[in-house]
């Protein structure tokens, strides 16, 4: 099919206004009357909160509303509710709101904060997940049986596992037998830093009439926080609406709610006069979220001419204070630890473990970047143990159409060994590398890695046509940067018939727009795409419909 647009070199959608400083991200949201909010947090790793003294602090100039735990005593989270909106009895990172404060100005506000005294009962940490498994480490959470989570991810009572996985295919033992060589390996990849451009900020109103929380906020999952911060408050989900700002990089941390319940605490408590909160450069660094930390071990046994037999993996995933969507990471993590290769027999086990440390949450790769890396360093050393070039050891156990996935799934249109082939030629493999320029080395790798989607999930869309023959997108896709906007206009112009300046794609709105999981895990083009895709069809065919009746023509001519 030939296109006008897709395919093609098309201007941004939202470019003039980003490149001309028009764009509203959400440290920009102002609206009249709006406090500003500062939060004070833990210098603790882990205490118990013995007294929060506030008195001072509601008397200093502009204050509006302080907040505090035992104000806020609910729990959030996606997967398990088990973090507070502020600590309520006890913190378990340095860096954990304790209390907040509104005030007219953002300096008013942070000059407050110093009036708050709070005492605590330190109590003793611990930092290493390896550590939090063993008997007597300190339990971070004691009443974790009592949390709601979903049923997949369920923990251990009276430890710091916070969800465990295990999956066996084949018979492990019989293909460690059936190998000639088996390689034991442990691999530690530390937590990494989201460190987005723009920090965690939201602006949140709440209307008392209608115990109604609207909230302005830069997240790539709208729907997900509108249900999470309902859940977590015990109201219908139609109470709480998001409305997505221009997004300044988030690489996955903007996922979870880190201003967004801090704002909405606040405004709680403001009668009904918005309330903003930006994290500063240190908060995003220190109390936001990261990419988890994991240690891995890998048992892997091979042919003597490279073929694998079977693997045992085992990955304790250092999940910080507070579960976020480190559950699901884990686990969607972990079952790519066996590569895009045929293994017979395998036996994968996950454990996600609570340590006093900053929250591990989604991050680019969600799991699959950690035990890629832990997959390949294994490979090459098996490789260069064997003597067996490390593209050639690639291509022999590499997939191949019809070959089955560990879900069953048969799998089509690989083209695994075809992207190796190529890459090696680009890249000059087997032939000698350059010589050194002076202090400068040149070298050559090659990896490979699989990747799921989040499968299955769901993504609607609502075309309108305005009587100008403009065209409006609603979705639940937020433009996170990656051109979100720009890949769904275009395929609605192609499939519409209209010019790409007909299209209009607003800020996502979930009040108005339809659901959509996530602009997350590389779905977006195809299961939002094609929601538009189809809808557009539907457009095209009612306009063509339309049109024959006024031409009195057949619309298939039209």
């Known amino acids: 099919m030939e296109t006008r647009y897709v395919g093609k070199s098309v201007p941004r959608v939202d470019g003039l206004e980003k490149v001309t400083g028009q764009a509203v991200y959400s440290v920009d949201v102002g609206m009249p009357g709006m406090l500003y909010g500062a939060v004070l947090r833990s210098p603790h790793a882990h205490a118990r909160i013995v007294n929060v003294e506030t008195a001072d602090a509601r008397k200093a100039p502009g204050v509006r509303a302080i907040v505090t735990g035992k104000d806020m005593p609910y729990t959030f989270g996606s997967m398990i509710k088990d973090q507070p909106f502020l600590a309520i009895d006890r913190v378990r990172f340095v860096g954990e709101p304790v209390a907040a404060v509104a005030a007219e100005s953002q300096l008013e506000a942070q000059e407050a904060l110093k009036k708050i005294r709070v005492e605590y009962a330190e109590l003793p940490a611990v930092f290493d997940p390896r550590e939090a498994l063993q008997e007597g480490a300190p339990v971070l959470h004691p009443d974790m049986e009592g949390y709601w989570h ?21 018979d492990v033992e019989r293909g460690f037998s059936e190998a000639d060589e088996v390689f034991e390996d442990e691999f530690y990849i530390h937590a990494v830093a989201h460190s987005p451009m723009e920090t965690h900020a939201a602006v949140a109103q709440y209307f008392p009439s209608r115990d109604e929380y609207v909230l302005w906020s830069a997240t790539d999952r709208p729907y997900r926080l509108s249900r999470d911060l309902a859940q977590a408050l015990g109201i219908p989900v139609n109470k709480v609406r998001f409305v997505s700002t221009c997004v300044g990089g988030g690489f996955g941390g903007k996922g979870a709610m880190v201003a967004e319940v801090l704002a909405a605490a606040l405004a709680r408590f403001t009668k009904g006069r918005p ?31 490279g073929i694998f037999t079977a693997r045992r993996a085992e990955v304790i995933w250092d999940n910080g204070a507070y579960s976020s969507l480190g559950p699901d990471v884990a686990w969607r993590g972990v079952l790519t630890i066996l590569g895009p290769y045929r293994i017979p027999h395998l036996e994968i086990f996950s454990r996600l473990v609570y340590t006093n440390k900053e929250i591990g949450g989604a991050y680019r790769g969600f799991g699959t970047t950690q035990v890629t890396w832990a997959c390949e360093m294994q490979m090459d050393i098996i490789a260069q143990h064997l003597k067996i070039d490390p593209l050639e050891i690639r291509m ?35 032939r000698p590398k350059a010589a050194p320029a002076g202090t400068k080395y040149r070298g050559k790798g090659i990896a490979t890695m699989i990747k799921p989607t989040a499968t299955p999930t769901d ?80 457009v095209r065919r009612k306009i063509l419909e339309s049109a024959g009746r006024v031409l009195e023509r057949d619309p298939e001519s039209l």
């Open 459 to 538: 993504s609607y869309c609502f075309i309108r046509v305005n009587h100008d023959a403009g065209i409006v997108i609603l979705t639940g896709s937020p433009e996170v940067g990656g051109g979100q906007k720009t890949v769904l206009a275009q395929i609605a112009a192609d499939t519409i018939g209209v010019p790409l300046s007909a299209i209009v794609v607003p800020n996502t709105d979930t009040h108005s727009a339809p659901y959509d999981m996530a602009v997350a895990s590389s779905r977006t083009t195809y299961h939002m795409g094609n929601a538009v895709r189809q809808a557009s069809e539907e």
């Open 275 to 305: 309330v903003k909160v930006v994290c500063s450069r240190e908060e995003e660094l220190t109390a936001s979220q990261t990419r988890h930390a994991a240690f891995m071990k890998l048992k892997t046994g091979v042919t003597r001419d």
């Open 396 to 430: 022999k156990n590499g997939y191949v159409d019809g070959d089955l996935y560990i879900n069953g799934q048969n799998l089509q249109t690989v083209g695994l060994l075809e992207s190796l082939k190529k890459a090696g030629e680009e890249i000059g493999w087997g």
């Open 150 to 170: 979903a049923p997949v991810y369920v923990g251990i009572p009276g430890t710091n596992v916070c969800t465990v996985r295990r999956l066996a295919i084949g």
